[in-house]
């Protein structure tokens, strides 16, 4: 039996979502949940989802009561991810949350302690702690092949539109650390394995009388040393196109991977002792989404733990809030 999923907010990454889980054998999309009716139906007819299986915001509680549904995937706006992971709990259902978690550690600690009680999964969705070649490459340097990590660099960002919900504090939380820098941020730790241990930031905008920077600013760059005593310095920005991109530079050579983080087209490089490696993962997109979706769904129907549960999610607002505290933002 397939797990069925709720959509909460059918926007860009809803989309890519719902196209992956089309092509999963363990789940399938059983009901949705908009503002917008008439979006809804349309979506609900291609996906086949009976139209007494969409719900409003303001009606969602009631999806209790509907048994095809086992679990949600919240993709809104993520000053709306407590709040529809903790109704969801309440109403027994597995929470499949986007990132990043939540605006505050403190909301995340909520979230987890809601699905606790409900005793449902929370996965955040890290996508690239799924993807193949992401994962081929941190064993590649966790197992020594560039000898011991000395440095990390990552950048992730590009330039936003006006007026978009990312742009709003109140939505968004704060600047693009929250949601492009987070990346950066994943990849520093899941290559060293390690958790800093000491943050240091600097907030900056070029563009200063621009309104997409009325709120916040339009780039952070930071260091994170870790216990081991590597650093690593990460970037990300709204007000260009920087490529997504990590270097980890060992005592006998360096591994990099760009264009990265992206839905697909995943490039790593790299060399040391006389090898030389170069590689992309061919998979199109939506195939990353096909697999964190049915790595939840072998969660929910085996009573696993997810890979990237909310307690991982949590540990990074830690890192974000520490970030913006460093660079004197107040969140
Ligand atoms: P989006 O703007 O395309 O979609 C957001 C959806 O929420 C829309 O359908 C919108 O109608 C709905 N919504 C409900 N209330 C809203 C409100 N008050 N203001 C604005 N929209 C509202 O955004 P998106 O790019 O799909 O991002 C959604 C979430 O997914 C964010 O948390 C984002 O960080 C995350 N995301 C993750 C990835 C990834 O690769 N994992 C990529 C993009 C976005």
Redesign the pocket.
């Known amino acids: 039996e397939r797990v069925g999923f709720a959509v909460?907010?059918?926007?860009?990454?809803?989309?890519?979502f719902m196209r992956g889980v089309k092509q999963s054998q363990r789940c399938k999309i059983t009901a949705l949940v908009?503002?917008?009716r008439d979006?809804a139906e349309r979506i609900a007819a291609e996906y086949g989802v009976p139209k007494d299986s969409i719900y409003s915001?303001e009606d969602f509680d009631r999806i209790r009561d509907n048994k095809t549904v086992q679990a949600v995937y919240?993709?809104?706006?993520?000053?709306?991810?407590a709040e529809y992971t903790i109704r969801a709990a309440k109403a027994g259902k597995h929470v499949f949350c986007?990132?990043?978690m939540a605006l505050s550690s403190a909301e995340c600690q909520q979230m987890i302690d809601a699905c606790k009680t409900a005793n449902v999964k929370l996965m955040i969705?890290?996508?690239m702690q799924y993807e193949p070649l992401t994962l081929k490459c941190i064993e590649m340097v966790r197992s020594g092949k560039i000898g011991d990590v000395v440095a990390f660099e990552g950048q992730f960002g590009f330039n936003i539109q006006p007026g978009?919900?990312?742009t709003?504090k109140a939505?968004?939380g704060g600047g693009s650390v929250?949601?492009v820098g987070i990346y950066a941020l994943q990849a520093a730790r899941m290559f060293t394995g390690e958790e800093p241990v000491e943050i240091k930031a600097v907030a900056s905008t070029v563009h200063k009388n621009d309104p997409r920077f009325a709120e916040m600013e339009e780039s952070v760059e930071w260091s994170m040393r870790f216990p081991s005593g590597v650093v690593a310095s990460c970037a990300s920005t709204y007000g260009g196109q920087m490529e997504g991109f990590m270097r980890v530079h060992g005592v006998s050579g360096t591994l990099e991977m760009g264009p990265t983080?992206g839905?697909d087209g995943v490039t790593m490089r790299g060399r040391a002792k006389g090898e030389h490696w170069e590689e992309s993962n061919p998979e199109k997109d939506p195939k990353?989404f096909e697999r964190e979706a049915d790595h939840f769904a072998e969660c929910v129907q085996t009573g696993r733990t997810p890979k990237t549960p909310g307690e991982e999610g949590l540990r990074d607002l830690t890192y974000i809030e520490k970030i913006y505290e460093s660079a004197g933002v107040k969140l």
């Open positions: 909460i907010g059918l926007g860009v990454i809803a989309d890519h908009s503002g917008h979006k915001y919240v993709a809104l706006p993520n000053s709306m991810h986007e990132k990043p969705a890290y996508r978009v919900w990312r709003k939505l968004a929250y949601d983080y839905y990353q």
